[in-house]
């Protein structure tokens, strides 16, 4: 089997999947997801290149996925649980939209996320937009495995400048007359401020109300500043940078100020075990200052 390329893949975006993919080898988390979104992950971790594609076969075996989850708490207690938890809720609000009044999708550095190939399958015209790198990678991948359509759009954009937005209308296909989704999942994290507000605002005039933005949030400043060091660090050593640090309050007037201020959800980690974790049989904690935000434009 052809495997993935590794120039300028995202580690960052590799290690999500590792991490999904080894935890749905367990239950309860495996039970909180259809076939096709677990399969989706194997078939990824198995076509990245070596070293990591060797995690396919090393996280079946329940002695290391104990070791690497007893490493990876032990450093940033969190880290693991919010994987899961991010791809669950992300995941059943984009049902929610695209089942009520939302018929079209875009996900903004998508890296190997599943959610716009799931929905191009049933019909959806759904939207990819990342690095040309990236996006060949992906391009790639999907055309192997045979999960290329007519309705999935697997877009290169390259940010010319460190404060440059997004010009949509040249995105074929996109429709702003239709009511959208718009999926940022830790795209924010990797962005100087003043790129992320120009971003928003491009997209809030665009789709002129019509969109509903779902994010994710990491408030460094609710953790410990030892952990805070190892989460940066943790992103340094494959080679990428945090470059938005925000806290919550912060967040939500940068979403305000930029077209984004009407229904501002913001779902906290207590909201998560609440809604998820509390029922089930898990131990594992969710990363404090994680918050997967809803709000419309």
């Known amino acids: 089997m052809q495997q993935l390329q590794p120039n300028q893949l995202s580690h960052t975006a590799a290690f999500i999947a590792i991490k999904f993919y080894g935890l749905t080898r367990m239950q309860p988390y495996r039970s909180w997801f ?30 290391l996925r104990k070791f690497f989850i007893a490493s990876e708490e032990l450093l940033l207690p969190g880290d693991l649980m919010h994987i899961i938890a991010r791809k669950y809720f992300i995941g059943r609000k984009v049902q929610q939209l695209l089942s009520g009044n939302h018929s079209q999708l875009l996900v903004l550095g998508a890296g190997f996320d599943h959610l716009a190939t799931k929905w191009s399958r049933a019909g959806i015209p759904s939207f990819e937009i990342d690095t040309p790198e990236m996006a060949s990678i992906k391009r790639n991948f999907i055309r192997q495995h045979g999960m290329m359509n007519p309705n999935l759009h697997i877009i290169d954009y390259h940010f ?61 400043n609710e953790l410990s500043l030892f952990r805070r060091a190892v989460f940066r660090a943790g992103v340094q050593i494959v080679g990428e940078k945090i ?19 009407q229904n501002i959800e913001m779902m906290d980690v207590d909201a998560m075990k609440t809604r998820l974790l509390v029922s089930a049989d898990v131990s594992l904690p969710v990363l404090n200052g ?6 419309s434009g």
């Open 243 to 261: 470059r938005f640090d925000s806290s919550k309050p912060e967040f939500k007037a940068l979403l305000g100020e930029s077209g984004f201020g």
């Open 160 to 220: 010319s400048t460190e404060n440059s937005g997004i010009n949509l209308a040249q995105i074929e296909g996109l429709d702003k007359s239709k009511n959208t989704v718009i999926v940022a999942e830790g795209f924010f994290d990797y962005l100087k401020l003043q790129q992320c507000r120009t971003i928003l605002e491009d997209l809030s005039t665009f789709f002129k109300n019509r969109v509903r933005l779902i994010s994710t949030l990491f408030a460094l």
């Open 290 to 295: 994680f918050y997967i935000v809803s709000a």
């Open 34 to 63: 259809d076939d096709e979104t677990v399969e989706f992950y194997e078939r990824m971790v198995h076509t990245l290149p070596r070293p990591l594609s060797w995690y396919h076969s090393m996280l079946q075996k329940q002695w």
